[in-house]
Every structure is written in C-alpha cells, then in structure tokens.
C-alpha cells in the first residue's frame, strides 16, 4: 500500500483505489487491473486525467471503468456530473463511470447519473467521537443507526437573545425605578420562573424548550410571554435607581428571540484513536448499501454490507 499524501484530495483517491480493488478481489474476477491518476489520449485527442481506473476479464469479456473522486465541502452539482459524462463518452470504448463524492450529491446530480447509468457512492472518513456542546435551553433527539455503525444527535443549539421587559408601573413606581428602558441581567435562562396568582408557576427554559420542540429547525422565533395580569418574574437582576439589587420584578410584558441552529453529530459505536488505522464509509447510492473500511498499512479490510436508509 502507497504511503499517504498530504494533498486531501490525493489521499481520498488512493483510499477510493484501495477501497474498490479489494472490493473487486472479492468477487475473485480475473486480470484484475486497478490504478490511480492514469492519462488517456480521448477520441476528440483531448488528454484526459482519470483519478481512478479498473480493467478485469469475465470469461472472454473486458470491463474497463473509470472513477471520478470529488473530495469538496458540497455536495456535487449537476454541471460536474455532466462534464463527468462527456469524458466517458470521449474515451473509446466508452468506460463504465463511478462517482465517488465526499459530501454527496444535487438532485441534478441525481439526475444525470440515473439518466446516464453512473454509479454513486459516497466515501467519507469516520473520526473520533466529538464532544457535544449545548446550552441549558436547547434540545437534543437521538436515534441509533446500525447500517454506520453509529449513533447519530439531531441537536437544535438554542439562543434566548434581545430579552426586553416592561415592569408595573405602580411597582416600579413604588421600587424606585423610573429610568426607561429598564436595564436588567438575564445570566441563567434555566432560573427565571413566572408566577402569578391564578396559574401558579411557569420556566421559562421549558416554555422555550417546547417551541423549540415544535419549531425543530434553524431560524429565529419571536418570543412572547403572555401577560393577562401583573405577574412576578424571577431569576434576573434589576438595579433601582438608588442603586439596589432586586432579583424578582412585577412585569406586564416580556419578550425576546430565540435563536436556534440544527446540527447534526454522527458518533461510532467504536473509538477511532485506539486501533491506529483508518476508517471509511462507504454508501452505494443505488442499494442503499453500506461497508465499513478499515485501512491499515499494510492492507484494507472491508465489512459485510449493511443496508439504511440513512445519509
């Protein structure tokens, strides 16, 4: 096995190599040929540069295939998959296409491969289990994928931004509070509570929570707390003119932003740092087929296939 490049997208070609000719070995084909970043002169003398190639025999029968290797932070668009298809029909004998992409593919991508007959896959490096990060007012769905050997966070990262208040004005009054707009610490979502007479007590942090729940995508919600009487608001900090420090207030209205960001987290069941080796998975778009690729140095060793449904 070739030492790895420091070039990513180099690297990701001698994986697909590695990946596909032990894949061909399987299934025991005969003068099997597989080699990365070949030149071909095409029909219209074009010099074509291929990432991946593969020539084996079937009885008296050659089949010869070309792969293409996108490794980018996007999904491949209709345009490269068009210009992939114009280097298959300008190579004689006109070659069977792979697509191998990163980050997966546009829906006319999707398209032209399908209308073409170009087999996708998709290839990616499993990493080492990244530490989850959320605030005390987001929420966080979790799902077990065994066709990726993996759990898999729907995470909704939650914001409460733009918090404004208006107090009773007898209370303010009779508080010593007249300096407008009222100037307040909201440090702790989870501490401010709600409370009045007739409908006992009420957090804020699950108030937000449950829209949140509701809402479950990235945006910015308007929040407001209805007010149908004066209502005893704690949990946040509020100076009075004479400068003392009062902690629950008498509010008519309170309003705010909340801020949420949907992010995806894929964890392996396995911890990637231990074994030394490197990981892949890799999706055949067609079967819906998943196989976990151990790569070592001195050989690549390839999983049963698992099917999902699953991105």
Do not use: C
Not at 166 to 190: G, S
Not at 198 to 215: C, D, W, Y
Not at 223 to 251: C, H, K, W, Y
């Amino acid at each position: 096995m070739q030492q790895r490049s420091t070039k990513p997208w180099v690297d990701h070609e001698i994986v697909s190599r590695d990946i596909f000719e032990a894949l061909l070995k399987q299934d025991a084909v005969q003068n099997l040929e597989v080699r990365r970043q070949v030149t071909i002169i095409g029909k219209s003398t074009a010099v074509i540069a291929i990432d991946v190639y593969w020539k084996f025999t079937v009885g008296p029968e050659e089949y010869f295939t070309v792969v293409e290797v996108k490794r980018k932070k996007r999904k491949v668009t209709q345009g490269e998959m068009f210009a992939f298809k114009a280097i298959l029909d300008d190579i004689p004998g006109r070659p069977k296409g792979v697509f191998v992409s990163q980050r997966g593919y546009q829906t006319g991508a999707l398209r032209v491969a399908e209308h073409y007959n170009i087999k996708l896959y998709e290839l990616s490096e499993v990493t080492n289990r990244n530490p989850i990060s959320l605030t005390n007012i987001s929420v966080a769905e979790f799902k077990i994928r065994p066709e990726i050997l993996s759990w898999e966070w729907t995470l909704y990262y939650t914001l409460f931004e733009n918090g404004g208040i208006t107090l009773d004005a007898k209370w303010a009054q009779e508080n010593n509070i007249t300096a407008l707009p009222v100037k307040f610490e909201l440090t702790d979502v989870a501490k401010i509570e709600f409370t009045t007479s007739g409908h006992g007590t009420v957090k804020l942090q699950n108030l937000i929570r449950n829209i949140v729940k509701e809402h479950k995508k990235s945006g910015r919600v308007p929040f407001n707390f209805p007010v149908t009487e004066p209502t005893t608001m704690s949990g946040i900090a509020i100076f009075t003119d004479d400068g003392r420090r009062l902690e629950s207030v008498i509010i008519v209205a309170f309003h705010g932003d909340i801020v949420i960001e949907e992010r995806v987290r894929v964890s392996p069941f396995f911890d990637v740092k231990d074994s030394g080796n490197r990981f892949f998975r890799l999706r055949n778009l067609d079967s819906k087929e998943y196989q976990h690729v151990n790569v070592a140095e001195d050989g690549v060793q390839i999983s049963m296939k698992l099917v999902g449904i699953g991105g």
